[in-house]
């Protein structure tokens, strides 16, 4: 297994502790938690960029690096639903389309058929990723010696705002189009089998 692929495995081993950390509700847990998330981030941006200046890029770390991916962002679309911050039916959106995307390439991998992840997928989990880390920020900011009135503040955006919502909408509207995309540009490849 090369470098970029045991990054990826690693990514999806930080995901469970990442979220158990958060849970434990102990204040240094979740702060240790955060860095824990920030590592699996950087896992993700150095594995492909490993990957593209070695040309280590296998048939195995095109399924398995979107795949840490999806479990990382869905672990902490997890975490802020048990939180109380993301609608039932977002998670449901987010958690199903990953599901079937990552069923879906495993297939075609096992086919011999290998479907690179598309432009919009990658900046797709990039805002999911900045939006993750900036909500996880936010929450464990009140942590530290701040003034109340900016404890209030940040309680009010990450629970009672419309403008949060919006954010949280439109991430989910975007991986929702991601997965259809998906549909489409398997059945472009299909279409280019044949001919």
Do not use: C
């Amino acid at each position: 297994m090369n470098v970029p692929n045991v990054l990826s495995v690693i990514r999806i081993i930080l995901s469970p502790v990442f979220l158990y950390l958060f849970l434990t509700g102990d204040v240094f847990m979740q702060r240790i938690s955060v860095a824990v998330f920030f590592i699996a981030v950087l896992t993700d941006w150095y594995d492909g960029w490993y990957a593209r200046k070695y040309k280590s890029v296998t048939k195995t770390g095109i399924f398995l690096d979107p795949l840490a991916d999806k479990i990382l962002t869905t672990f902490a679309f997890i975490l802020f639903f048990i939180k109380r911050m993301l609608p039932y039916w977002m998670l449901i959106i987010i958690a199903v389309r990953d599901i079937i995307i990552t069923i879906l390439r495993s297939y075609d991998e096992y086919k011999g058929r290998t479907i690179k992840t598309s432009k919009i997928a990658k900046s797709k989990t990039f805002l999911q990723m900045a939006y993750i880390f900036f909500i996880l920020a936010l929450f464990t900011l009140p942590t530290f010696d701040i003034s109340e009135t900016l404890k209030i503040s940040i309680n009010d955006f990450l629970f009672h705002s419309s403008t949060n919502y919006i954010f949280m909408l439109v991430i989910t509207l975007i991986t929702l189009y991601t997965g259809v995309s998906y549909f489409i540009e398997k059945r472009h490849y299909k279409n280019n089998e044949i001919n």
